[in-house]
């Protein structure tokens, strides 16, 4: 199997380098999973994330994790990591799609079990989380990260709300029409990723991203290779990962996208932080055969594949008074960093509870057609959104 190729590799790399790759590929070497048959795992769909339950080590307490394939590697909530004793091994630096660069503490957790299937001897990250993150509101205790993932093959069906996990590739179903992409990972790696096609021009090295809830972002040094009537310029701030958020300016043009032979016209937002990701926002439509043998993914369309309206200005929460803006466009008047008095007459304390509240519930605000904000400085200013 080529799995057990890679781990041969993987040793003798331990043999003839240093430093962090030799950590890493340290951890690597004995990890495995250990199932008697195909299980199934269900999920939830969390603000378009799919969080899955796990048990670690011989804990009989469930805990809550994001399923990631963007991520390199997996993590575990730092004060849950300490309560397991879970000792450090090496530090590394981490970054994030955001541009987010933190020190973390790497582990390696025994076991981590998802209902029938036991991964064991996984490398972990210590995670803590930014004050700004959302993460923790959608799985509290960390990531499941494709350090996990490359050891066996997956179907995710959206529709049902379940997992698959297998030891051997998946078989589909040869009179369901489905669609082929080849997929690559760096060494070390089990983060896939594929080669699309914009309007006839090829983008290289998109992730396969399981562990973002958008549509289709890529760098921004692409977007004068693309003509559209419908394009939009957006600067953002609202999006915050484990380790915060960072500025990015995208432009969102509508576009012809091909993956393998599967086309369709989406909204393609392109980053200032160079991010190339293809989320959940698009593959929701599909059931998705994730085969790590063959470097293989299957497409298996459910449905018409629609991208969620991009947002033009979202507020965020400076504090319980006070609003703060963390996206607008150059046709608002208002910029990142702007502080508003109120929102439709409401101050943050009049709606949210807590940040997590703010996160599930924010939606609510922005699906008007109009927002009445009032600056700080007592002026009215009417949103058409």
Known sequence: MKFI???IVIIVIILLTSCDVVNEARLQSNS????????????RYVKKLVVVDAYLNDSNKVSSFIFDTGAFQSKVEYHLAEKLNLKTSFKRNNGTAQGVKREIEITSVD??????????????????????SYSPCVAKDGIIGANLIKLAHWKINYEKQEIEISKTPFSVNADKKHYNLDFSTSFLSGVPKIDIEINGNVIKDVIFDLGYNGGLVVPYQ????FHSENSKTIIDQSTAGIFGSNRDTLLVKELNVTLGAYSTKIPVEFSSLNKALLGNDFLEHFTVYIDYDDD??????????????????????LNDSLWIVNRTNPNLTLKIGDTLKSINGYQPKDLFQSHCDYFFEISNLLSSQTLSVETKQGNIIHLNL
Do not use: M
Request: charged letters at 25%.
């Open 5 to 7: 190729f890679k781990k």
């Open 296 to 317: 293989k993914i299957i497409l298996e369309p459910k449905s018409k594949v629609k991208i969620d309206k991009v947002k033009t200005f979202i507020p965020g929460i």
């Open 111 to 132: 076991s981590i079990r998802l209902t029938e299937s036991n991964f064991v001897s996984i490398g972990v990250g210590k995670l803590k989380y930014d004050a700004t």
């Open 32 to 43: 495995a999973v250990i199932q008697s048959s195909n299980t199934v795992v269900p999920f």
């Open 222 to 225: 692409f977007a004068n290779k």
